[in-house]
């Protein structure tokens, strides 16, 4: 069987790639896919830990469905913003959308 | 019902009737004075069955009719108030009964019931006269209704609760009460006509006058109450222990005993009320107000009941009267009552206005009174006050008939005159017959004509008491007074009504209402019976025949019945003598008065005449000594020192004070600190706003390095507080 860190250094490389993505793109849909990166490997830690702790509970998977459900709410509501905002600004890239910023 | 119930309900008729007209019927003048008339009425009933009652009692003196209730707790007991019909309320009560309601009817036609409206008639004003055109076309100028009809009947019927409230009460406070009722209401009807300027003088005048003595009597209520504990009549007055009590213990006032100083200050209310001098200008200047009022308030009711409260604390003042020689407070009665009498008797003489002769003939009167119980002549003036209420009444309702009379052809013939002034009258017995006679008789009375009228029992009574004790000062003076009244009754007889008229006015007067007539009529009955109930047994022939029950039966109010004077011829003589020799006198300077002449005195008096014209000057000598230093007082010291100097000054000091006191806190407090820290608060977050500014850039991904930043150095940190830190 594939030891426990095996799981963890790969979703610590997801969760650094998604990072990177958020950190470094500009454009909009793409952070919010970083973000989706970082959600999944938080996943993947969820279950691995489920796996390899107790398994009388089902907790870890719960809580994995839990966060899959969050993440397809988040990613509609995002959407639908980033298209308002195309919309009216004709743009999604983050650091032009400074509207509120003084 | 039995007696002390009926006397309860005795004074409420007319206040009931007050309170009906003015908040209901006041805009109906029937209704008004049928309820007036009609409560009246019912008082006056009520009154002859109280009456009739209390002559039946034996010995009512020693059980009168007498009821109490608790009303006012003080400490552990109650002052109690009451009614009490005693010989002398009973007395009052039957003329006080007969007199208000015959003014009040009097007054239905004295206010012109059942004539139009006048033409230019206005609230405040006596009408004018109204214009009416008869069947042939022809007009003609009659008497208009008093505007304020209703108004004057309303007060009337407060004016009499407040007069038999007096009557009945059986102690001093609620007697007070009465008195200040009528007090008010002789202000409200003296200014009855208030938009003449001297008729609201003459209210102002004749209220505060009043006034004067009646502060005096209240010291004097108040200190009988401190002394005694109670202010009921059978308690002190019929209680010898209680007088002796007081007349022992001294006032520390000039000598006066408890006693003497409590009678003198109530005797001094009785100089306001009844008009003696010093306090005597007001009554005159009062018959500005119409002529029932005159005759109900200012002769037969309300100025008797200052005399009925000295008649009442008589026992007071007699207490310490030993062997006939009178106490210091009587001795000041006899001689005030005993000046008034000539005093007022000498100005009556040249008086030319109908209605003022009678005033000052008034005046003098109840110095007749005071001056007789002065010397301790009790029944005797009790027993003037009783007929001078009725031939006075009577002789002012007549003097108000000639009044209208002559108005009637003033409004007839558009003659400019007087119409109370005498000289513009004359032969008026023949145009007005009823008033004439029972003019006549009030007048005769007046005088002390000889056997026939009452004023000559009671006057005689008077003289009697004078002589048989010796006060022979007291007894020349009110003889004086007699021949002068005698004198000047005639004068005013002759003037009105003998001769032929003086003016156009005068020869078209005309004789007035049924409701005018009839309680002269009346009055003139009593002008002339009311004398015969005291006729002293001892007088030669009549006495015998006519034995009066009025001596007896009054000074049964006392604890020791007074025996009566011995017959003595001089005294009586005397009376005949100014009597006759006064009326034969006034007729003989009179009789031939032509119009335009001056008074027939005027000439051999010379300044003396001048002098009693204008009453001593006494009005001028008050307005200089009393009025105008008030009015000084009011203006230049009130109001402009004390009220604008010092007390405008100490408050615009105040509010100065206040305002440099507030401005320097604003200055050096709020301003500086309060605002100041305000101010720095508000500053300092700004400023360390603008210091964190420059980092907040909007750039998401910035933040988020931020964030990862803190998180790793935090992490950082953890990490080594719970490895290496252990």
């Given at each position: 069987m594939i030891p426990l860190s095996w799981f963890l250094i790969f979703a610590a490389a997801l969760f650094c790639i998604g990072l990177y993505g958020v950190l470094a793109r500009k454009n909009a849909i793409a952070i919010l896919m970083g973000v989706e990166l970082m959600l999944n490997a938080v996943n993947i830690n969820l279950v691995a830990f489920w796996r390899y702790g107790s398994l009388e509970g089902i907790t870890g998977q719960a809580f994995a469905v839990m966060v899959f459900a969050v993440a397809a709410a988040e990613v509609a509501v995002g959407l639908a913003l980033f298209i308002s905002i195309y919309r009216r600004r004709n743009t999604v890239a983050a650091d032009e959308i400074d509207m509120l910023k003084f | 019902m039995t007696t002390e119930t009926l006397i309860w309900l005795l004074p409420l008729p007319p206040l009931l009737a007050f309170f009906l007209i003015v908040l209901f019927t006041n805009r109906n003048r029937t209704l008004s004075h049928i309820l007036a008339v009609g409560a009246a009425l019912l008082s006056w009933a009520g009154s002859m069955v109280v009456f009739a009652r209390a002559l039946q009692v034996e010995f009512l003196g020693e059980t009168p009719f007498h009821s109490v209730l608790n009303w006012m707790p003080t400490g552990d007991t109650f002052f109690q108030i009451g009614v009490l019909v005693d010989p002398l309320s009973a007395g009052i009560l039957f003329f006080v009964a007969w007199t208000v309601l015959m003014i009040f009817i009097y007054s239905v036609g004295y206010h012109n019931y059942g004539q139009p409206e006048g033409d230019h008639d206005r609230k405040?004003?006596?009408?004018?006269?109204?214009?009416?055109?008869?069947?042939?076309?022809?007009?003609?100028?009659?008497?208009?209704?008093?505007?304020?009809?209703?108004?004057?009947?309303?007060?009337?019927?407060?004016?009499?609760?407040?007069?038999?409230?007096?009557?009945?009460?059986?102690?001093?406070?609620?007697?007070?009460?009465?008195?200040?009722?009528?007090?008010?209401?002789?202000?409200?009807l003296i200014g009855f006509w208030y938009a003449k300027p001297s008729a609201r003088a003459a209210a102002i005048k004749a209220f505060m006058t009043t006034r004067v003595g009646d502060v005096f009597m209240l010291l004097g209520i108040v200190y009988l109450y401190s002394a005694t504990g109670t202010l009921t009549y059978r308690d002190i007055f019929y209680n010898p222990e209680v007088l002796q009590r007081l007349a022992e213990s001294s006032s520390g006032f000039l000598g006066l005993s408890v006693a003497g100083l409590i009678g003198l200050l109530l005797f001094i209310g009785t100089i306001g009320k009844s008009a003696q001098w010093p306090l005597h200008v007001w009554l005159p200047d009062a018959m500005e107000g119409p002529t029932p009022v005159s005759a109900m308030i200012h002769a037969a009711t309300m100025v008797s009941a200052g005399v009925y409260m000295v008649i009442r604390i008589f026992p007071l003042l007699s207490a310490?009267?030993?062997?006939?020689?009178?106490?210091?407070?009587?001795?000041?009665?006899?001689?005030?009552?005993?000046?008034?009498?000539?005093?007022?008797?000498?100005?009556?003489?040249?008086?030319?206005?109908?209605?003022?002769?009678?005033?000052?003939?008034?005046?003098?009167?109840?110095?007749?009174?005071?001056?007789?119980?002065?010397?301790?002549?009790?029944?005797?003036?009790?027993?003037?006050?009783?007929?001078?209420?009725?031939?006075?009444?009577?002789?002012?309702?007549?003097?108000?008939?000639?009044?209208?009379?002559?108005?009637?052809?003033?409004?007839?013939?558009?003659?400019?005159?007087?119409?109370?002034?005498?000289?513009?009258?004359?032969?008026?017995?023949?145009?007005?017959?009823?008033?004439?006679?029972?003019?006549?008789?009030?007048?005769?009375?007046?005088?002390?004509?000889?056997?026939?009228?009452?004023?000559?029992?009671?006057?005689?009574?008077?003289?009697?008491?004078?002589?048989?004790?010796?006060?022979?000062?007291?007894?020349?003076?009110?003889?004086?007074?007699?021949?002068?009244?005698?004198?000047?009754?005639?004068?005013?007889?002759?003037?009105?009504?003998?001769?032929?008229?003086?003016?156009?006015?005068?020869?078209?007067?005309?004789?007035?209402?049924?409701?005018?007539?009839?309680?002269?009529?009346?009055?003139?009955?009593?002008?002339?019976?009311?004398?015969?109930?005291?006729?002293?047994?001892?007088?030669?022939?009549?006495?015998?025949?006519?034995?009066?029950?009025?001596?007896?039966?009054?000074?049964?109010?006392?604890?020791?019945?007074?025996?009566?004077?011995?017959?003595?011829?001089?005294?009586?003589?005397?009376?005949?003598?100014?009597?006759?020799g006064g009326l034969y006198l006034g007729w003989l300077v009179y009789r031939n008065v032509r119009a335009e002449q001056p008074d027939p005195l005027r000439k051999p008096l010379g300044a003396v005449y001048t002098l009693l014209e204008n009453k001593y000057y006494f009005d001028e000598i008050y307005d200089f000594l009393f009025v105008r230093p008030a009015y000084w007082v009011s203006e230049t010291f009130t109001s402009n020192w004390m009220d604008r100097t010092l007390f405008d000054g100490f408050l615009h000091g105040i509010a100065s004070i206040t305002i440099s006191l507030g401005s320097a806190l604003r200055n050096y407090i709020d301003k500086p600190l309060v605002n100041g820290f305000g101010d720095f608060v508000g500053e300092s977050v700004k400023k360390i706003g603008q210091l964190f500014r420059p980092i907040q850039t909007g750039r998401v991904q910035q933040y988020m390095i931020l964030a990862l930043v803190s998180v790793a150095a935090f992490s950082a940190l953890f990490y080594y507080l719970l490895v290496f830190a252990r």
């Open positions: - | 405040g004003l006596p009408p004018h006269g109204a214009t009416v055109q008869d069947e042939h076309g022809h007009t003609h100028t009659v008497p208009s209704v008093e505007p304020m009809y209703s108004r004057f009947f309303a007060f009337s019927g407060l004016f009499a609760f407040g007069m038999y409230l007096l009557v009945l009460s059986n102690n001093l406070l609620t007697l007070f009460v009465g008195w200040e009722i009528m007090g008010l209401c002789s202000y409200l310490g009267m030993e062997h006939g020689v009178i106490t210091p407070t009587m001795s000041v009665m006899a001689f005030i009552g005993a000046f008034t009498a000539l005093f007022a008797a000498t100005i009556a003489v040249a008086q030319n206005d109908i209605k003022r002769v009678l005033a000052y003939s008034t005046i003098s009167q109840l110095g007749y009174m005071i001056a007789a119980l002065g010397i301790g002549a009790y029944v005797a003036a009790t027993f003037h006050l009783i007929t001078h209420a009725f031939f006075k009444g009577l002789l002012f309702l007549g003097s108000g008939s000639v009044i209208h009379g002559v108005e009637h052809g003033v409004l007839h013939t558009g003659e400019h005159v007087d119409p109370q002034d005498m000289m513009n009258m004359g032969g008026l017995r023949k145009k007005m017959p009823i008033t004439f006679w029972t003019f006549l008789l009030g007048g005769f009375a007046l005088s002390g004509f000889p056997v026939f009228t009452a004023g000559f029992w009671s006057k005689d009574e008077i003289f009697a008491d004078a002589f048989a004790h010796g006060h022979y000062a007291v007894f020349i003076t009110l003889a004086l007074a007699a021949l002068l009244t005698a004198f000047y009754t005639m004068r005013q007889i002759t003037l009105t009504f003998l001769g032929e008229p003086r003016t156009e006015a005068a020869k078209h007067a005309q004789e007035t209402s049924w409701t005018m007539t009839l309680p002269l009529i009346v009055l003139a009955i009593f002008a002339v019976a009311a004398g015969w109930v005291g006729i002293p047994e001892d007088f030669p022939g009549l006495g015998f025949l006519l034995p009066g029950p009025l001596h007896h039966f009054i000074s049964g109010t006392l604890v020791e019945e007074l025996a009566p004077v011995a017959f003595h011829p001089f005294p009586l003589l005397t009376s005949l003598v100014v009597a006759l």
